[in-house]
């Protein structure tokens, strides 16, 4: 057995390193060796390697999105200062993963004769394969759907042009229900079960359905199918009492802790890249002074609700754009104070109250939701990332009956509810659901106000996940993208600020063109604005970390570009539409 699993591990390694075109496979291949595909243990090393392919660095995603600002150069998203790929494999094109997965299926389906230990690992190969596609879709639109390894002979495969849409995600959808029928039905966060791709279901049906449904720009079809795909998948996990949210009883702590364990918890995180993996380079996105100084936004703020449940922007009348850094955390949502440095902060790790180190972020509002102790600051942490959670389950539910017009008091208090009862907050949403001119103004694609309302909790739960952007794509809210993210309000310049109400300055606002004071109060911080910085009113108003103009977000920047040599090498590929312009 021992040389068998040496044999596989070499065959891997060597298939690994035939990067080309499609990643073409050798004519002489492991399906030489039949005896590989027929003991457990072997298949067991093989989809081992699939965990790999998660992308734990996803839950930095926020970065792009209206949840989070930078400061100087932020991301070409927001700045539309698109640099075109050139090389085979790069921008996301790249199908090495897809080779090996195929690889696998192809060769189980030949020489795996126990049927059950057959479509075990085929759930798990195509679990990751439906994963795989469907980041490529949510990339490039239309791409080459391919369910099987290809071979050097295979020229016409090989420089086939772009199979539509649909066809590639009915094809998605097939591999998540087979993954569903086959899968081990007891949950684990670091192995794929039926649990897992039912979550994974409900996440991809809403992407694309919502996508559908909004961008008719597209004119795709059968939008409300993938709609009610997520919803049954969604209640289908719902049902099985599988999963529950984390909750000890600790409002003020609970959701914060959750992402602080080493070891998330099992009752509510569904998927997660494990802790003994040592691997992710997190807290000092938000603590290091040379990541990008990225802060969460004003409007990520103002969407917390206060603590009796009423909305933030009704509750001042709309009058919101002057309210104080001590103020805006009276009385709200307790998820806020657990997700960014609040007045009487204290740091995990540390024992004295902090303010917002303007060093390490430019909005005021700085992150704290899964950052760790200090002594994570130049390094990895062993804690589990967090990809899945019952959490999301529960709001693609939410979402998907509020769009299909069937959302009602039972689905408001089963789903919406039982997070917001989580963070404290004392009163019950009702349906038919209230909103706001907060998200009627900002939002373009309906005025429902149940869809309104549901989302916004959406984007409060999730924040700092990495899945905002993608539901700003989907919606078609792209030009949520190009508007002015603002960060704290500072009444003037060259004032002492005392920001947590202890009264002792902590801040020192100072323009660019402008020299910091000769006497300097011990324990201030001294705040020189950039070139790129501003206030929103001049002299006054709230934090502007890039202030230089941003182009009107247009339809084409939905989807990404093919690298130019991709193009050339296959004549069949086009490039997606609006890219041709970016030199």
């Known amino acids: 057995m021992k040389i068998k699993l040496i044999i596989l591990a070499i065959t891997a390694t060597i298939l690994s390193s035939c990067e080309s075109h499609f990643d073409i496979y050798p004519e002489t291949q492991v399906a030489e060796s039949p005896a590989l595909f027929k003991n457990e243990a072997s298949l067991k090393t093989f989809t081992d390697g699939f965990y790999n392919n998660l992308d734990f660095?996803?839950?930095?995603?926020?970065?792009?999105?209206?949840?989070?600002?930078?400061?100087?150069?932020?991301?070409?998203?927001?700045?539309?200062?698109?640099?075109?790929?050139?090389?085979?494999?790069?921008?996301?094109?790249?199908?090495?993963?897809?080779?090996?997965?195929?690889?696998f299926i192809q060769n189980v389906n030949l020489h795996t004769e126990d049927v059950a230990l057959k479509n075990k690992n085929l759930a798990v190969a195509k679990f990751f394969r439906a994963w795989f596609y469907f980041k490529k879709v949510r990339a490039f639109g239309d791409v080459p759907w391919y369910s099987e390894p290809l071979k050097t002979s295979d020229e016409?495969?090989?420089?086939?042009?772009?199979?539509?849409?649909?066809?590639?995600?009915?094809?998605?959808?097939?591999?998540?229900?087979?993954?569903?029928?086959?899968?081990?039905?007891?949950?684990?966060?670091?192995?794929?079960?039926?649990?897992?791709?039912?979550?994974?279901?409900?996440?991809?049906?809403?992407?694309?359905?919502?996508?559908?449904?909004?961008?008719?720009?597209?004119?795709?079809?059968?939008?409300?199918?993938?709609?009610?795909?997520?919803?049954?998948?969604?209640?289908?996990?719902?049902?099985?009492?599988?999963?529950n949210l984390y909750n000890t009883g600790k409002a003020e702590s609970d959701y914060a802790t959750m992402f602080q364990l080493a070891a998330s918890p099992t009752t509510e995180v569904i998927?997660?890249?494990?802790?003994?993996?040592?691997?992710?380079?997190?807290?000092?996105?938000?603590?290091?002074?040379?990541?990008?100084?990225?802060?969460?936004?004003?409007?990520?703020?103002?969407?917390?609700?206060?603590?009796?449940?009423?909305?933030?922007?009704?509750?001042?009348?709309?009058?919101?754009?002057?309210?104080?850094?001590?103020?805006?955390?009276?009385?709200?949502?307790?998820?806020?104070?657990?997700?960014?440095?609040?007045?009487?902060?204290?740091?995990?790790?540390?024992?004295?109250?902090?303010?917002?180190?303007?060093?390490?972020?430019?909005?005021?509002?700085?992150?704290?939701?899964?950052?760790?102790?200090?002594?994570?600051?130049?390094?990895?942490?062993?804690?589990?990332?967090?990809?899945?959670?019952?959490?999301?389950?529960?709001?693609?539910?939410?979402?998907?009956?509020?769009?299909?017009?069937?959302?009602?008091?039972?689905?408001?208090?089963l789903t919406v509810n039982s997070l917001r009862s989580r963070a404290g907050i004392t009163q019950k949403l009702t349906f038919p659901l209230q909103t706001d001119k907060l998200q009627l103004d900002r939002y373009k694609?309906?005025?429902?106000?149940?869809?309104?309302?549901?989302?916004?909790?959406?984007?409060?739960?999730?924040?700092?996940?990495?899945?905002?952007?993608?539901?700003?794509?989907?919606?078609?809210?792209?030009?949520?993208?190009?508007?002015?993210?603002?960060?704290?309000?500072?009444?003037?310049?060259?004032?002492?600020i005392d920001l947590d109400n202890d009264g002792k300055p902590d801040l020192y606002v100072i323009k660019s063109s402008d020299n910091a004071p000769a006497n300097k109060v011990p324990g201030v911080q001294y705040f020189k604005l950039s070139a790129v910085n501003a206030l929103s009113n001049g002299e006054t108003g709230r934090l502007m970390p890039y202030k230089n103009p941003k182009k009107t977000f247009e339809s084409w920047e939905y989807l990404n570009p093919i690298p130019i040599e991709e193009l050339t090498l296959n004549k069949n590929l086009k490039q997606n539409e609006g890219w041709e312009q970016i030199k």
Request: some cysteine; aromatic content about 10%.
């Open 57 to 103: 660095n996803a839950i930095k995603d926020d970065k792009n999105s209206d949840n989070m600002e930078h400061i100087t150069t932020p991301p070409a998203i927001r700045t539309s200062n698109y640099t075109m790929p050139t090389a085979l494999g790069s921008g996301g094109w790249s199908w090495s993963e897809l080779r090996n997965l195929n690889y």
């Open 156 to 243: 016409e495969l090989l420089y086939k042009g772009r199979d539509p849409r649909t066809l590639v995600m009915d094809s998605v959808m097939q591999d998540l229900d087979f993954a569903i029928a086959n899968l081990a039905d007891v949950p684990s966060k670091n192995r794929v079960s039926k649990w897992t791709a039912l979550a994974l279901k409900s996440r991809i049906a809403l992407f694309e359905g919502t996508f559908r449904k909004y961008h008719t720009e597209a004119k795709l079809p059968d939008a409300e199918k993938f709609i009610i795909a997520a919803k049954d998948a969604a209640k289908t996990l719902i049902d099985s009492k599988k999963y």
């Open 271 to 413: 998927l997660a890249r494990s802790s003994s993996q040592n691997f992710i380079y997190y807290t000092p996105e938000f603590t290091s002074t040379s990541n990008g100084n990225y802060g969460a936004t004003h409007s990520l703020i103002s969407d917390y609700a206060k603590i009796d449940g009423s909305s933030y922007y009704k509750s001042n009348n709309g009058n919101i754009d002057q309210i104080s850094y001590f103020d805006e955390f009276q009385n709200r949502d307790l998820r806020l104070k657990q997700s960014v440095v609040f007045p009487g902060y204290i740091r995990i790790g540390t024992s004295n109250i902090a303010v917002n180190d303007f060093a390490e972020n430019r909005t005021g509002y700085q992150v704290t939701k899964r950052v760790g102790a200090p002594i994570e600051d130049q390094g990895s942490d062993n804690r589990d990332a967090i990809l899945i959670r019952y959490a999301e389950v529960l709001l693609n539910y939410a979402e998907a009956r509020a769009i299909l017009g069937e959302l009602n008091q039972a689905d408001l208090d």
């Open 445 to 496: 694609r309906t005025t429902d106000a149940n869809v309104l309302e549901i989302c916004r909790e959406r984007r409060v739960e999730l924040a700092f996940e990495g899945l905002r952007k993608d539901d700003l794509l989907r919606w078609n809210e792209g030009h949520l993208f190009r508007i002015e993210y603002t960060g704290i309000y500072i009444p003037a310049f060259n004032q002492l």
